[in-house]
């Protein structure tokens, strides 16, 4: 059975367009996958960094949630993930942020992903690829954060070419 799952992808250390553009080549040997447009924003954590590229992945899987994790760290380890700091530049990052209607609790895996709900990096992506989404009974396109957003779009949903 196919889930649906929508994994956040960012990097702001190389070619971070590259870098994103072959994570979700690889996501779609896992799966039939959309993307959102892709956005730059100022970074989370320490502010003496260069902006991240963010975006959001639609994938559809029959991969088990830890599975998935699995693959999802192996892509960033064959990016050459660096993560320097907490919070800091990074090479790749990917997160499962949801998986299907499921909640999870793991030592490893926690989902809906931790603070998806304040991080405009992550919330309006994800209303690129489904407007009408809801998470723990918020509808994301009526978040605050939305009024007070710090991203940029530098290219449509067609960016990585899949």
Do not use: C
């Not at 080549?25 to 959102?36: D, F, H, P």
């Not at 991240?52 to 050459?80: C, P, S």
Request: cysteine-free; overall charge negative; proline content about 4%.
């Amino acid at each position: 059975m196919k889930i649906v799952s929508y994994i956040g992808l960012g990097s702001n250390l190389g070619d971070s367009r590259q870098i994103l553009t072959e994570a979700i080549q690889k996501l779609a040997t896992l799966g039939a996958v959309s993307t959102s447009k892709l956005y730059q924003s100022p970074p989370m954590g320490p502010q003496d960094q260069p902006h991240y590229f963010n975006a959001v992945a639609r994938l559809e899987t029959d991969l088990a949630a830890l599975t998935l994790l699995d693959q999802l760290q192996q892509f960033e380890q064959d990016a050459g993930r660096v993560r320097l700091r907490r919070w800091g530049e990074r090479t790749l990052d990917l997160d499962l942020l949801l998986y299907g209607d499921e909640q999870i609790q793991h030592e490893r895996l926690t989902v809906p992903h931790v603070g998806i709900l304040e991080r405009d990096f992550v919330v309006i992506p994800l209303l690129d690829l489904d407007p009408n989404l809801h998470i723990q009974g918020h509808r994301l396109d009526r978040l605050d954060l939305l009024q007070h957003t710090t991203l940029t779009e530098v290219a449509d949903q067609h960016w990585a070419n899949i």
